[in-house]
């Protein structure tokens, strides 16, 4: 059983776009590929975000913290309506359980590969700084809420702050250039020492709440948003339950009170992935 980081289809096919792969066309191959690589080994390939969906039944009660409840939230009564988990990391996955007899079916999700939506004259100026720069000229979700996503909003700003910068964010400028991949870890990091890392961090907190509303918006997942899974939900953890997010969750317009009706929730277990994967195999063996 192999986990991949793009959708699979019926026969097998995997088709991974993520935006860590450079080469314009993806990464395309099937599981009758991989099983001949192998040797003949039988071989079965799923998104790696749906192994986070079978995670979450097992996931520790101690490890889920609810950043929003309606004032009618009933547990009982949510465990049988439709949840949808997101999870920011390298990208943004997206994964979908539907109550289904004593249990719950997953289905898959590329939402995070639909245009990123501005909210705000900031998200504007950001995407038409990523296609001035040649960096993507209609962003993702996928792009903009991930770990990425937060070193462009980074980028973004110390490259329109029209003021020097002091010492203190200087020192941490050039850590930021040279992490190589790692910036979001700087950023958030120096969140007290940096204005910019900062911001950067507030920004991208405010287009998470954003894209989890709008989420929980497309499924009336009344059983729950939930931010689970990738590599961020459980480093930002406490961060998280600052308000921030959830605040940005509530704001949805004339949509509003419809969001006010889906609980969110974070998770902190940050191995959900394997958990899943480990829930699927002991499903699909076979005693002999």
């Given amino acids: 059983m192999l986990a991949v980081c793009g959708p699979v289809d019926g026969h097998g ?44 039944a097992s996931v520790p009660p101690g490890d889920v913290h609810a950043l929003y409840l309606p004032a009618d939230y009933d547990a009982a009564a949510a465990a049988a309506q439709p949840v ?19 249990g719950r079916t ?53 490259a329109t702050r029209a003021e020097p910068l002091t010492a203190a964010e200087a020192e941490v400028d050039t850590l930021v250039q ?35 509303g709008a989420m929980g918006l497309r499924l009336l997942a009344r059983g729950g948003v939930y931010i689970a899974g990738g590599g961020i939900a459980p480093k930002l953890f406490d961060v998280l339950g600052d308000g921030r997010v959830a605040r940005a969750y509530l704001d949805m317009g004339r949509a509003t009170d419809i969001v006010a009706g889906l609980p969110l929730f974070v998770v902190k277990t940050p191995d959900l992935g394997m958990r899943g994967v480990a829930a699927l195999a002991r499903q699909q063996l076979v005693p002999i």
């Fill in 178 to 212: 040279q992490a190589a991949g790692l910036e979001a870890a700087v950023i958030t990091a120096q969140q007290s020492v940096s204005a910019l890392c900062a911001a950067a961090v507030d920004h991208f907190l405010r287009t998470l709440g954003h894209e989890a």
């Fill in 13 to 56: 096919r995997a088709m991974c776009m993520s935006q860590t792969i450079n080469n314009g066309a993806g990464w395309r191959f099937s599981a009758a590929e991989v099983a001949a690589a192998l040797g003949g080994v039988p071989t079965t390939l799923l998104n790696d975000f749906v192994t986070v969906g079978h995670a979450l």
């Fill in 106 to 158: 997953v289905w898959p999700s590329e939402a995070c590969m639909a245009p990123f939506l501005c909210r705000t004259a900031e998200d504007r100026a950001l995407c038409d700084w990523l296609a001035a720069e040649g960096i993507d000229a209609c962003p993702t979700p996928d792009l903009i809420v991930s770990g990425e996503g937060l070193a462009l909003w980074y980028k973004f700003l110390r």
């Fill in 84 to 102: 949808v988990c997101l999870g920011p990391g390298t990208g943004l996955g997206v994964v979908y359980t539907m109550p289904s007899g004593a």
